[in-house]
């Protein structure tokens, strides 16, 4: 098992196997929030479901609406358990933010550099605290 330490964007603590994305995702348009599933046609995992899992990716794409989605999600039980990245996206923050005022759902969204990235990519489960420490499995 090995730790990387990340930014809290969004805090909380949350655990699950780890899916990282091949090129960013816009929530909006191209995830459902009924089923958890990406259904943007061109993006490269079309099909994922990405309930319950550490969704890594590089950047959000897309609409101010896309926080709308995420709240959504989380509403649904439908949505990541927690989003790592390594750029920041207000819009991904604020879908996470308003899920915990509306919805008492925490979905934490943290930052890391490219150097941590590698050790994302091959792990298979995360488990992720309240300063911001991942653990990989």
């Not at 730790?3 to 816009?26: F, H, K, R």
């Not at 993006?43 to 319950?52: E, K």
Request: aromatic residues 4%; contains cysteine.
């Amino acid at each position: 098992m090995s730790t990387l330490q990340a930014e809290v964007v969004v805090g909380g603590v949350a655990s699950g196997p780890i899916v990282v994305l091949d090129e960013a995702l816009s929530f909006w348009g191209g995830f459902d929030s009924a089923t958890g599933a990406i259904v943007d046609a061109h993006h490269p995992q079309v099909g994922v479901n990405l309930a319950g899992t550490v969704v890594v990716v590089r950047s959000g794409r897309g609409s101010s609406s896309a926080s709308s989605v995420i709240a959504e999600a989380a509403r649904l039980g439908t949505g990541p358990c927690a989003l790592v990245m390594r750029d920041a996206d207000e819009i991904i923050a604020t879908g996470a933010i308003v899920a915990d005022e509306l919805y008492g759902h925490v979905l934490p969204v943290l930052l890391i550099d490219e150097a941590a990235w590698p050790a994302l990519a091959g792990a298979q489960r995360a488990s992720i605290s309240l300063d911001g420490v991942i653990k990989l499995d």
